[in-house]
């Protein structure tokens, strides 16, 4: 596996992002499953429809699920995540082809034009705090893809999120029972989770805080950092989105021509 130069060793975690993915987080969602991420990848080549040994990057990869799938596919497929622990899991389950990366999604460790497509599966995107950051990541996917190259995000719809919302719940899963607290911070922009774990080995507890953008927001800001041919998806079936009523919002787009924004 290889490292970027982003310093991501340090135990003393501060972000929540770094806390949130540790290796729980396969306990914590298990209906987040492999064989959920089959249809999925299906659409992602549907839409970006990626020729043989085109180079791909499934950006955010977690434990690998979707990587799972693209491998089997003939694309040459890289994966980062920031996550040692997650990556650790995806090494240990995909095949030794799949090149696995650990880096920032702010400063991705690879040259500029390295990839044909980039794939960003499963709500990996709005996670800082202010939205020129969350818009680096746009920009650093753009500077990675080749012009003509292809880029899915998968995203939450805004307005279904905020109509769905259940403030407060309770499960068990194996020896653990997790509590979920949800909330809207006051400016209405992110959705907050408040997750306590209790199990055999005590109790610890910890944030998740996404960045919930409406349609507009993120067509506007895709182009801003260089992409066109922008579609947006509601679900993985090709219906188109539709605000309060799609389960997803998932943008597929193209690297402009021109090499510059
Ligand atoms: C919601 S999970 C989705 C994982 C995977 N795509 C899936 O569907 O199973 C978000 C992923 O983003 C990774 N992540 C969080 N912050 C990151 C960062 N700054 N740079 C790169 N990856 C990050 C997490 O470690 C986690 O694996």
Known sequence: MKNSEADTSNPETSEWYERAFQAEYLEVYPARTVEAAEREVEAALRWLSPGSGDRCLDLCCGAGRHSHWLAKSTVDLHALDLSAELLEQAQQKLPEKVKLHRGDMRQLPFEDQFFDHVMMFFTSFGYFEEDEENSRVLAEVAR????GGGFLLDLPDRESTLKSLVPNSQRRVGELTIEEARSITA???RVEKQ?????PSGEEGYIESVRL??????????????WGDIRCYGDWNDQPHRSGESPRMIFSARRSQAESK
């Open 213 to 226: 953008f409406s349609a507009e927001e993120v067509t506007s800001m895709l182009k801003q950092e260089g």
């Open 187 to 189: 400016d209405g922009k």
């Open 195 to 199: 997750v306590s774990l209790k199990g």
């Open 144 to 147: 990675v893809v080749r012009p």
